[in-house]
Structure formats: structure tokens, C-alpha cells
């Protein structure tokens, strides 16, 4: 037997070793515990006047900069960008809802100041490439698979007979 | 006459001979089976390497030395900049980041010709045929359409400096590594190649191969983390990773390298999976090459890119003949492929590490998708379209979750079979962890599914693992005797005694624990805007910063104009942490550039992280602070990663394991 065969039969463990073997989802439990009241603690509620704010980054991070490629409208620092950012300060105070900001946005610049591309149009097409992608993973996968386990066991078939 | 320019040029030109001499003489060694004629194509080799090293050499010296006189020198450089600066101008513009592709490649290839020597000397010569055509083809753009060697009409007093993204010290590792990385590919693709060439397609390539595309995995992981530093504390935009076109290129060849190094393990034990290692092993050299034609051509435009230039056709041109010819090769060689092996059962390790390779080629088709859509959008439409972060994040975010999982369960399913019984015992523990990690989570108030699904996955990746250590080091124990070896020490020896195994499962955590951190900082950033003026404070998750003031301050190198610098006391409920210094840099040369300087303060639990986006002449200054959580753990994760394949290195060929192969259990 190797010296590290890890299922050794249970009447050999001591109740040292459950103890000791009792310590590791303890453990890790703690760290669960401890990430989950570091995550879900989270933000304290925002102040009442920053309300706005946040909505205006939320609406922003939707956009991205009309000139960069790639990059998000809140970190852009062209003047470009400024200048977005105050027309939906603007917009905002108006009362104008974030959907119709945003699709001012669009329309003005195009499809390309998207952070999420829209699922629509020949868009689909890349929705289409990621489901064909998955599926001819997936199938041809489960094919090769079975294929391998049959072609070993005509192999072995052959070999015993 | 220029002596830098001659210099190097005719060390590129006399490199291209070289290369063409490896080729052919290899190619004619092979055929005569003359072996004088195949240990000059291996001495053809390392000469091209040693030229290439001239070329390396040269320029180095040309930009040390601030000579102008070379066109690539008055374009990336100038006379203020730091030394450090004008070494990473070696790989800053076109010409120069081709050289040092070119070279690492050479140094790559001239490494494989000499340790295939003893390795493999069957397959030598095809190898170094192969190494020939591949450098040719990599040399002749560097000669004809991008020499980093031309020479100016008229030698100008200075030079234009440093692009301001790439003033950072970071640039003097990230750079290089990541190309070492991607250029690394080329040494499975070439033994692979000469493998099917020589129509020898058994284990043996495999073992010859393993070293290399371990070296690949570990250099281009490492490359790759840099980059997500260095766009962390450079780019400050808050993140590290923001799906950019020329990241994926960065990233794509990995999930292939990822996939041989476990597809390997397959056909070394039970004899599976010989036409797929080959493919991968050609996929991840053809990435490369995608990833170098990516930056270069403009085709996909990224704050990567260099600027638009005539080689981009040429480099889709190869990667064409780098691809076909692979699927040639392959064709050719199928009947030879398919041999018999051992499959036993579905429930076996085996089928994990397939699955895992299944996977790892959705990852990398999807990415792929991403990256090359905008293209087609713009070809076929004309309608530009942006694929970035919320679509990778809801694509490629579930499937690494379930690469997670899949590492999990196929460290706890034996090789070859695995009985009903054992299994269940092996599989409750790590299902109860699932299923418990979930509810705590949950109870904990975690409820968003993006969260939730990555840090179970990745708790029960690090519980299996943990687990594999402490199986392993309480057996080396009882081997010994209790007492003899401590815990610690009993661990450490299992590195050594199965560093491949052990250092593996090393890795294995390490990409959990940055699974878990990729997921906190991503879902639970918080992210506040204000501008206000000196004096003022606000609030940013537990601190309360200040802006005390703003001041400028002249710049002495590397073409720096100017500094503004914030200075932001921080406190935490009250008691003072300390002070951070976000600013805006600004470039003599590049006025419209300005690049930002961020400030970030890690702890345990969360990075604060502070940039200044702008100010008006009151002195109002608008500053963006993120609370990103656990991104610490990110780089520690990273660290654990990079060791693990370190430590993989250390395997020794293991004494030949027939039938005795499944009694290792988990092995």
C-alpha cells in the first residue's frame, strides 16, 4: 500500500484524527462566515442627498466613451466624456428616467457606447455563437466520450479474446 | 554610415540565413538521415539565436546611448528619460516588441533543438525544421516591413519619448513576461509538429513536451497577472481586468496550455486524447500568433495597439498557414492517431480531466466570439458594437465556476474506475462543504447568484484540495511514525516526493482563492464620486477621506511635465489611517495625454482605491473612490498559482507504473 493511500479503513482512526479531522469545516466555515459578513455588511445605506450620485454612476456605467475603446464613461477623462456626464447630470435633475438617457446616448453615437450589447438584431448572432459554442462542446464531448470508452473496450475485448 | 543601424541589420539579415540554413539542412538531414547535416541545422539554430541576441544587443546600446539616428529610437525614447524607461522602450513601439517576440521565439526554439537532442532524438531534426520555417517566418517581417534598425535621414536633437501609458515600472516586467508567455508556445507546437512529422505519435512526444508547456502555463499566468496589475494601479479605472481585446489575446493561448497540461496526464497514463494534446498544443501556438496579429494589425483598436501598419496582412496570412498546416499535419497523421487505450469507466479521473479540456475550449471559443464580433459587426454591417464587461461576465463567469468544480471532482474521482461505494464516501464531504458553504452564504444575506455560485465553487475546490494535503501529509506520517515528521515538514515532503501531483493541487487553490476574490471585488465594489473643494470631506464605505490640498509639482524625467498632486488624509471611524496621494500627470510631448496617478491603500479585507479625475480653478477637485473587496487576495492567489507550477517542476520521470497505475488511488 502507498504510505499516503488517504482511505485507510476506519477502524484505524483514532479519535485523535476525527477531532483533528473535525477542525477543517470548522475552519472553513469560519471563513465562510467571516467573508459573508465582510461582503453582505457592505455599503451603510447612502445619504438621502446622494441618492442622485449614485444613480448617475449607475446610469454611467451602462456607457462607455464615444472615442476609447473599451472604456467606461465613469473613468473617462476626455472632454468628451465630461461633457456626457453633465448632460445626464442635467437630464437627471429634469426628471428624464435613466432608459431614456441612455437611449439619448444611443442614438446619438451608436450602438458602440453600449456597455451591454442589446440582444437583438444580428446582435443574436453572438448570443447564437456562445449557445453553438456550448452545445458543440457539449455533445461533441458526450460523443468523443463514448466513442473513447467504446473503442477501449473492443481493445480490451480483442486482448482477452 | 551608421554603426547601429548596420550593425543590427546585418545581424537580422545574417539571423534570416541562419534560420533558412536550419531549415533546410534539417529538413535534408532528415531525409539522408545524415545526422552531421541535422547537428549543423541545430548549430544553425543556436547561431540564430546568438544573432538575434546581437540585434537585442544593439538596439539596447542604440537607446542607452540616445542615438537618435535610428528612427525606433527618436520614436520611443529621449534624453530625459530614466535608464530603467529606455530599457522598456526596447518593446515599446512595433519594430521593437517584433525583436523581442522574435528573439524570445529563438531562444524558445534553440532550448527545444538542444534539449530534444537526448529527449527525443528521432523527432530532432523535424523539430528543428520546424523551428527553422516558424523563425523564417517570423524574421522576414522584421527585415523587410518593421527593421527597428532604420535609419534616419536626418538625426534629430531629441527624441519624442515614452508613450505616457507606458511610463511605469511595471513595464519593465509585464511586457516581457507576457511575451515570453505567448512566444513560449511555440516550443509543444514545434515538438508536437516533429512528433507527427516523424510519424511517431506515442507518449514520448508528450514527455519531451511537458517541461516546456509547464513553462508556457507559469510564464504566460504570471504575464497575464502582471497585466491586470499593472492596469490596476496604472490605468485606475478602479479594476484589473476589463475584458479589452488585446487582454483576451493575452489570455486565449493559456486555456489551451491549461488543457495539454491536463490532456498530457490523460495520454501519458491510459493512452487517450493523442489527436486532441496535438491540437491543443498547435491551438495555443496559433492564439499566439492571433494575439500578436491582434496588437498589430489595428483591426481590433485597444489601448493595446500599436498603431496600423502593413504587417497586419501578413500576420493574418500566417496565422492562415500556421492553422491549415496544423489541420494538414493532423489529416495526414490521423490513421496513426488513433490507437488502441485504456477508457474503463465514465466515473473516473480521467473523464474529469477530459471534461475539464471540453471546457476550457467553450471558455476560449466564447472569448473568441467576444473579441472578434465588433469585427464582424463592422465588416458585414458597418454598425460598430462594443463586447465588453457584462458579457463576459454573464458568459465566461458561469463556465469558470463550473472549470471550478470540475478541478474539484476530478481530484476526488480515482484513475481508471471508481467504485459505487468509495465514491460515495469521497464525494459527501466535498457535497456537504457545497451545500453548507451555499446556506452560510445565503443565511449571510449574499443573494447575489453571480457571488453566491462563484464563491461555492471555488470553497469546495479549496476544501478538496486542502483536504488532498492533509490526506497525503497524515499517510507520509503514519508511514514514519508519528513524531518523526512534523505536519509541516510532512507536507513539504509530498511536493517532493509527487511535486507534479502536489504542486498542481497548489495551483488548484491558488485559483480558488483568486476565484473568490475576482467574485468580491467585482460584485460588492462600491464606487462614490464627489468634487469637493479643500478642506471638505466624504465618505467611501467605512473611511472618511479628506482633501487637505493640491499642489503641483515639475517633473525631472522620462518627459514629465508636470505632477498634480491631492492629498487625502484617511480615517476609519475617527482614528487617522494615513494620508493617500491621487494626482494627474502631465506629458511634454503628449499635452492631450494626461495619465492619472492612483493612490491605493490594501489591507486583508479591501483595497481603498482614490483617483482624481479633474478640478476647476477654485481648486474643486472631483475625486472617484472604490472599496474593492478581498483584491489582496487576488495577487496572494496569483502568488499561489505561480508557485504551484513552480514546484510541478520538480518531477522526476516515475518508475514505470503498469497495472500498479489505479492501485495509487488517488494519484
Redesign the interface.
Known sequence: MQPDTPDAPVTERSRADRARRAWGPVLLLAALLLLAAELAGGPPPAAAQEVDAEQQLAIERQLLCPQCVNERLDQCARAICEDMRAIIREQLAAGTPPDQIIFFFRARYGDRVLAQIPREGFNLLLFGWVAGSLALVALGGGLALRRMRRSARRHAGAGEA | MNLAGALGASALVAALAATLFALGVSTWGVRRRHPGAIAAGRRALYATAALLTLAMGTLAAALLRDDFSLLYVTSVSSRDMETAFKWAALWSGQPGSLLLWTWLIALSLAGVARHLQRALPWARGHAQAVAGAVLAAFLGPLVFLASPFEVAAVTPPDGVGLNPLLVDRAMLIHPPMLLAGLTSTVAPFAIGAAALLAGHVDSSWVRAARPWALASFVVLATGNVLGGWWAYTVL???GYW????VENSAILPLLPTIALLHGFAVQERRG?LRLWNLAMAAAAFSLAVFGTFNVRSGLV???HSFAQSEIGPYFLGLLAVVILGSVALLAWRSPRL?G?????S?LSRE?GL??NN??L??IA??IL??TL??V??EL??G?????????YDQ?VGPLLAALLLVAAGGVLLPWRRGAAR?LR??FA?PA??LA??AA??WT???RDPF?LGG?VCA?TL??VT???Y???A???R??RGRGVASWPLAVAA?FRRDPRRYGGYLVHLGAAVMA?AVV?ST??Q?????AIAPGESFEA?RYTLTYERLEGRPGTANGVESDAVATVTVREGGRLLGEMQPGRRFFTNFPDQ?M?IVAVRSTW??DLYLFI??WDEDLVAEF?AF?N??VIWLWTGAGLLVAGGLLAFGWQRPPPRGAAAG?????
Open positions: 485606475g479605472w478602479g476589463a475584458w479589452d481585446p487517450m483598436s485597444s489601448v488513433s488502441p487505450h485504456d477508457f474503463e465514465l473523464t477530459i471534461v471540453y471546457l475550449t467553450a471559443l466564447v466570439g467576444g464580433f465588433p464582424a459587426s458585414i454591417r454598425v460598430r458594437v462594443t463586447v465588453s464587461e457584462p458579457f458568459t468509495s464516501r469521497r464531504a456537504v462543504v453548507g458553504s452560510v452564504l449571510a444575506g449574499v457571488a464563491i470553497a479549496a476544501s486542502l483536504r488532498e492533509w490526506l497525503g497524515r499517510g507520509a503514519r508511514a509530498l473568490v468580491a460584485a460588492y462600491q464606487q462614490v464620486r464627489v464605505g494626461p492619472g479585507r479591501e479625475q479633474g472617484q472599496v473587496p478581498l492501485a495509487a488511488g488517488h494519484a
